[in-house]
């Protein structure tokens, strides 16, 4: 396979998966066998487990946004970060994660198009109006218990906070509508975020490169495919060894944090 650098193209589109944040410690429900406390994730990641049993859904994210709060960026975001600084500050970064991490390494940098949502924000289910969000609404014992997760480093203005949150039965209620609060998440069964705009990008860049994910679930999965018929050169970098696909022009064996910072090196 050939050997690209990404310091060549202007139009590059980069699509991140659990593999870049494994090294942060973000666990992978994949890994676990898909349970969580015995139950499986998709108990717990639909809306009909939501309808049936909203209290369950809550502790579930709220563990997911200690989990987060507690992990910090590693050396493949703040990779990226620095290339998009230094080389090319119109990097267009697709992630299937919601752990916040490309955020945290990049401020305004680099502002990934998170197409599975974020674990900073929640949703009326009223309105739709999206809430900047961090809070832990259970403790770890499953005890309705809120607090700060530490995904905000400063809490912005337009954050919900503690003091201010409005609660029923031990769940949180819109600050818009004093309704059932959601998390922002694309659930089984639900459309991606910013699919429209993402199959623009892939249709008019130059460089594709897909980070730390398996390609096995679509829409994602057809992304290299897409950006390769449409005359794009590919990148594959994943910690899996790779069998032969027709669409990958390079392939990077190893852990993100070790192949990303090397692959766009800035000097």
């Given at each position: ?11 590059i589109v ?23 406390e ?12 939501f ?33 998009a ?11 299937q ?12 940098i ?11 924000q929640?949703r009326?289910?009223?309105c ?27 809490l912005?203005?337009?954050a ?41 990008r892939?249709?008019?860049c ?5 980070i ?10 057809g ?14 970098i ?30």
């Amino acid at each position: 396979m050939e050997s690209l650098n990404p310091i060549n193209y202007k139009r590059i589109v980069i699509l991140t998966g659990a593999g870049i944040s494994a090294e942060s410690g973000i666990q992978t429900f994949r890994d676990s066998g898909g349970l969580w406390e015995n139950y499986p994730v998709e108990e717990v990641a639909t809306p009909d487990a939501f309808h049936r049993d909203p209290h369950k859904v809550w502790r579930f994210y709220s563990h997911r946004r200690h989990q987060a709060g507690l992990a910090t960026p590693n050396r493949a975001h703040e990779a990226l970060v620095d290339f998009a600084q230094k080389i090319n500050p119109h990097l267009f970064l697709i992630t299937q994660n919601v752990d916040y991490l490309h955020q945290r390494a990049g401020g305004d940098i680099l502002s990934p198009h998170c197409m599975h949502g974020s674990l900073h924000q929640s949703r009326c289910t009223a309105c739709q109006k999206v809430h900047l969000d961090d809070i832990v609404y259970y403790d770890e014992s499953g005890r309705f218990n809120p607090k700060h997760s530490g995904l905000f480093s400063t809490l912005p203005t337009n954050a919900l906070t503690v003091e201010n949150l409005k609660i029923s039965e031990e769940l949180p209620l819109s600050p818009c509508c004093h309704e059932l609060l959601r998390p922002h998440i694309v659930w089984f069964g639900e459309v991606p975020f910013h699919l429209e705009e993402i199959f623009r990008r892939l249709e008019h860049c130059e460089l594709f490169i897909s980070i730390g994910t398996s390609g096995q679930v679509y829409p994602a999965a057809g992304f290299l495919q897409t950006a390769k018929s449409h005359g794009a050169r590919t990148v594959l970098i994943n910690q899996e060894a790779h069998h032969h696909n027709p669409y990958v022009d390079q392939f990077l064996e190893g852990k993100a944090g070790e192949v990303v910072p090397k692959f766009f090196k800035t000097t």
